[in-house]
């Protein structure tokens, strides 16, 4: 603290640079001194000042939201990481990063000056701060450097003081802990009095529908999305189509969570990568591979690629056993196994019997268990389980609907009742109230 405090030892000297990292880092408040920091980190205030807090406490990837509430476009996210493992003057520049620099000052309009480095070392400075927030760290900074007078370099202990002290501060600190509750928002869900139900929707308007009656998060089904595209379900043949979804999704006032159903084959820290960045809060991964499991170790695997790469990301891991009547056995030493691997929560579709629902909650401790609303919602309650998901019931139930209507006029009988057309268009309206 008393370091800190002192103007004689001051941040690590950075050479002056004109492109890149060393670019950068010469034109942040958080390496310079004197009267250059006071000017820079004035700018920087200035910036942290028209953002509004609440537009911080959403979930995804929290560069991504603090880009978007800077009016930048949210993709930024990824570059910026690139740039944050760089940005300290003790660590390595790599090209990348000098590339990602040069990426971001393009972004953000092309100005090469310390307006430019501001709003960039913005996002840097979050970047890796909250995502070890996130991941658990206390302090999530544990240490900051300081050159002494003599011109030594001191390691200076944050544990009791996680934003700083002094002049260089974290101006940032109300930001920081609003896009935490943001990121905190889905997991909170899952520890409420009452267990989360979890309706799924399968197109804008279905989800549309369900925020507007009061669901407070919502998720995919992937037979909903995969059949009503006429494609199969469960095979991978939905990537396209279930990004493209989630994308119109992630603009909802509520989080959302995508069936990702076995990954699309694609890089998991990819595909976890890209859905945070568009805000999306969660994910469920499946270990059926049409007729048979996926190996434990593989699964596993699959679901650490997905934390380590959004570590925000809720990855509810789904057990298959029940769902397709093989290996019952196996399911708690499965759920345990992927919740070690990072999972926050497990889904065991098709699990019935109440003692085994009862047994599982208890192996699963204080990570939630999820099951199909196949059991009264108190009933399931009473068992322990934290998420009850409608699955596809309605989609499929729209279905029905909507052929019981054609039916009933065809017929010369009255048909289903049915919201309004104005109804339809005003509930995107009621739910999208400001454009994003
Ligand atoms: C949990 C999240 C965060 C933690 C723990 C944290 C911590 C810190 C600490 C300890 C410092 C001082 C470093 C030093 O004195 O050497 C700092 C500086 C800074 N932080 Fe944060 N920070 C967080 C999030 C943020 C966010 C979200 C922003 C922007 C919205 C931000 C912007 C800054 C800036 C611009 C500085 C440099 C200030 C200066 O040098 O004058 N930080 N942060």
Not at 267 to 273: F, I, Q, S, T
Not at 296 to 316: H, T, Y
Not at 385 to 401: F, H, M, P
Not at 406 to 429: K, L, N
């Amino acid at each position: 603290m008393e370091i800190l405090n002192d103007s004689t030892f001051v941040v690590p000297h950075v050479p002056r640079g004109s492109t890149g990292v060393a670019w950068l880092r010469s034109h942040v408040a958080r390496f310079a001194e004197g009267a250059d920091h006071v000017r820079r980190r004035e700018a920087a205030v200035r910036l942290l000042e028209k953002v509004p807090l609440d537009r911080l406490r959403r979930p995804g990837h929290p560069v991504a939201t603090l880009a978007e509430a800077l009016g930048l476009p949210r993709h930024l996210a990824s570059d910026v990481d690139i740039v944050a493992a760089s940005y300290q003057p003790h660590d390595p520049v790599t090209p990348e990063a000098d590339q990602a620099v040069g990426r971001l000052v393009n972004a953000t309009g092309g100005r090469w000056n310390e307006d430019t480095a501001a709003l960039i070392g913005l996002l840097v400075q979050a970047s890796g701060a909250t995502r070890s927030a996130i991941t658990g760290n206390r302090p999530p900074v544990p240490t900051t450097r300081r050159t002494s007078p003599s011109g030594e370099e001191v390691l200076v202990d944050l544990s009791r003081f996680p934003f700083g002290a002094g002049r260089h501060a974290c101006p940032g600190e109300q930001h920081a802990e609003a896009l935490l509750d943001g990121v905190g928002r889905f997991p909170g869900l899952h520890d409420a009095d009452e267990p989360l139900l979890l309706p799924n929707a399968w197109d804008f308007a279905s989800a549309a529908a369900l925020v507007r009656r009061g669901y407070l998060a919502i998720g995919t089904t992937s037979l909903g999305v995969a059949a009503s595209r006429g494609l199969p379900d469960a095979v991978g043949s939905t990537y396209r189509e279930t990004l493209e979804l989630a994308r119109s999704l992630a603009r909802l006032p509520v989080p959302i969570t995508v069936d990702i159903e076995a990954g699309f084959g694609v890089d998991a820290g990819e595909l976890a990568a890209e859905l945070t960045t568009m805000g999306v809060a969660g994910v469920n991964i499946e270990d059926g591979r049409g007729d048979r499991l996926e190996s434990v170790d593989e699964q596993c695997d699959r679901v650490s690629a997905l934390k380590a790469a959004a570590p925000e990301l809720f990855v509810n891991a789904r057990v298959d056993t029940y769902w397709l009547g093989l290996d019952h056995e196996s399911t708690s030493t499965r759920a345990t196994a992927y919740v070690d691997a990072g999972a926050d929560g497990v889904f065991v579709p098709g699990l019935r019997d109440e003692p085994l629902i009862e047994d599982l909650v208890g192996v699963l401790g204080r990570t939630p268990l999820n099951v199909l609303a196949e059991h009264p919602f108190h009933r399931l309650r009473e068992l322990g389980v934290r998420r009850v998901s409608t699955g596809s019931l309605l989609y499929r139930t729209a279905i029905t609907q909507a052929v019981a209507a054609a039916d009933a006029y065809r017929a010369g009988v009255s048909a289903p009742t049915a919201m309004s057309y104005d109804h339809i268009e005003e509930t995107r309206r009621h739910v999208l109230p400001e454009p994003r």
